[in-house]
């Protein structure tokens, strides 16, 4: 079956998540908010989830671009966390305040959010409805507490999850890319370790891919897409 009809990808900032979702119908953004919906129909959207430092965003750039003319959309994100070197308010997040989030969140205008880190991060439902507006397959990013408040929603999804090798190899890679401090590696790892169980347990995932070689697991990211959206075209 055809999978997130507009998709959604989701993220955690060291595994990997993906969400398929056959079709939109309407969105919940919270059990305890108003319910938000989406007026239209599209793809569905295809959430991808991974925890810190698993390669998330560099698999996302390599799936828009080996399916050309735009066939798939970007929801960019809400996060209340700092820039970091490097990204652009309204590209790669929209960089906002506690209480301006706090008070969308109120108002029903998230699909889903999160604390992570002591950061903020949410999906609103004009994000999500530009792209599917557009007939373009939707891209998530959140985090395993957002995967948690989609999964309560009425949409109808594929999960898959992208998970490293070890947490060894997490690790290294955290460590290596030299932009935490210590503190920020420990509780990232913490975390990690916590989502992995999450994203390893039976029926959480209807995929889990294991990023040991980039190459590879875009292969299989590929192959895996094509199936779900027949449609699509290289």
Known sequence: ???RSSQYLTQLDATWLLLNCTHSRSIRASPSLPMPSLPFRSSPPSPWYNPAGVGKGTLIEMLMKHFPNEQ????????????????????????????????????????EYAEVHGNYYGTSVQS??????GGKICVLDIDVQGV???????????????????????????RGRGTETEEAIT????NSKEELEYGNEEGNFDKVFVNDDLEK??????????GWYPHLKE
């Open 217 to 226: 697991t875009f292969a299989q990211v590929v192959e895996s897409f094509k």
């Open 128 to 133: 999500v409805e530009s792209v599917q507006k």
């Open 1 to 3: 079956r055809i999978i």
């Open 187 to 190: 509780k990232r790892l913490k």
């Open 72 to 111: 798939f959309g970007f929801s960019v994100s809400h996060t209340t966390r700092k820039p970091r070197e490097g990204e652009v308010d309204g590209k790669h997040y929209h960089f906002t305040t506690v209480d301006a989030i706090k008070k969308e969140i109120d108002d029903g205008k998230f699909v």
């Open 148 to 174: 948690r408040a989609v999964k309560k929603s009425s949409l109808e999804c594929t999960y898959c999850f992208i998970a490293p090798p070890s947490m060894e190899a997490l690790e290294k890679r955290l």
